[in-house]
């Protein structure tokens, strides 16, 4: 069935350094895109979203790439802090329909 | 409120029981979702609800699961003759409506329920 999944399970990054998170989908309808933050205990939380008509997008210290051509999606952090330490989901959201697909999820880990 | 609130935060129940979860939405939203989590797992779509349409119920695992929700306001998740593959965190989550767009900061979660089967 459809799905969105992730190249690297887990992840870790020594503080300071910048993170890349990739994910990869294979719903090519899909015109919105997603990147929560999971922290231990608590629901995912919104970081920053993309349409399909973009290919960048830019946040505090996050920045979104969408790549349509294969199909991918990559969460950039700069300059990786402690509290960045959390589970990260991709979503996609096909058609324009409030019912999203999650990624298995990256974790990351920051080495202070 | 402010948020998504959900509860109990933590439920521990012995297998063959019955349990409900409650979700309390943003205020105004019409969308209601619920999610299942598994430890170290994905999120998993269970049900969704939006205004008075018809539920979207593709995503409950089996006929012991069901949801209502009360209008736009106050969601139940009922779990019939628990099993120990049921535990698991159950998530809500709230968004404005259909149609989502930049700026709408796809869903608003809560919290959680972690269910524990014993």
Known sequence: ?112 | GAGVSQSPSNKVTEKGKDVELRCDPISGHTALYWYRQSLGQGLEFLIYFQGNSAPDKSGLPSDRFSAERTGESVSTLTIQRTQQEDSAVYLCASSPGQGMRIGDYGYTFGSGTRLTVV
């Open chain 1, 1 to 112: 069935g459809e799905s969105v999944g992730l190249h690297l399970p887990t992840l870790s990054v020594q503080e300071g350094d910048n993170s890349i998170i990739n994910c990869a989908y294979s719903n090519s309808a899909s015109d919105y895109f997603i990147w929560y933050k999971q922290e231990s205990g608590k629901g995912p939380q919104f970081i920053i979203d993309i349409r399909s008509n973009m290919d960048k997008r830019q946040g505090q210290r996050v920045t979104v790439l969408l790549n349509k051509t294969v199909k991918h999606l990559s969460l950039q952090i700069a300059a990786t802090q402690p509290g960045d330490s959390a589970v990260y989901f991709c979503a996609e959201n096909p058609h324009s329909y409030d019912k999203v697909i999650f990624g298995p999820g990256t974790s990351l880990s920051v080495i202070p």
